[in-house]
């Protein structure tokens, strides 16, 4: 096998490995529009409603989240992303933004995954007043300043092992917010490179639109408990496979 062939071959399964598309499974969980939580008040962007670290399936709320989020009735925060009925399963792809880039996104400004579904629309034209709630893994390789951005309205909290690196709480307009994986674990004491826990909630909570937007260098993955390749490590299995081949070629 010449040198030329080798090269071709490993460029070529490291671009078709970085071209696939990743997979994110939630859920969607329907709500009636309460006048409280759901078609109540415009609160505008809020920080800090949410605690900064995960410690169930759900974010758990702070006194400033209590001042402006219901926590009784049906709309209850409490069941927001753990409630098991009036809720179904949908699927997000993120696509490689440019061949070999590494950079994966999502762009959808008509999010709306249940229309005429479980509650129906409601007279909206929309179904509104939902929350979409996923729960993945991602790989992360220290020093190596992976990103996650997104963009959208209404609440969005993402956590990364367990740290909110992304809080847009509130009843808003369109707003983004960028995390370097680097910072957020350097300020919790550090990470190894490794795999870790990927926990995003949405909530679309008022009529006006909805908006849901990604771009990430992370390497998502949608099983909690699979392990997650790191950067470089398909290039380094590609180099294997091609130091195989080559001893191979020396002993024949």
Known sequence: MTRSLIAALLCSASL?????????????RDFHADGANFEGGISGLVGGAVSSTLSGQSPTLTATGASFISNSGAGAFDNWYTRPTDSVTYNITLDESSPGSGVYTYNNNNFFPINGQLYGDEGYGQNFHFTYAIHASFGYTKGSGQTFTFGGDDDVWVYFDKLLGIDLGGVHGFA??????????NAAGGRDSGNYSFDFFFAERHTSGSNLTIST????????GQAVPEPGSLALAGLALV??????????
């Open 16 to 28: 078709s490995a970085l071209a696939a598309p990743v997979v994110l499974s939630g859920t969607v």
């Open 217 to 224: 260098s992370l390497l998502l993955r949608d099983n909690p």
């Open 176 to 185: 983004s917010s960028t995390v370097n994986l680097d910072d957020l674990f």
């Open 243 to 252: 130091a195989g081949l080559r001893t191979r070629r020396r002993r024949a």
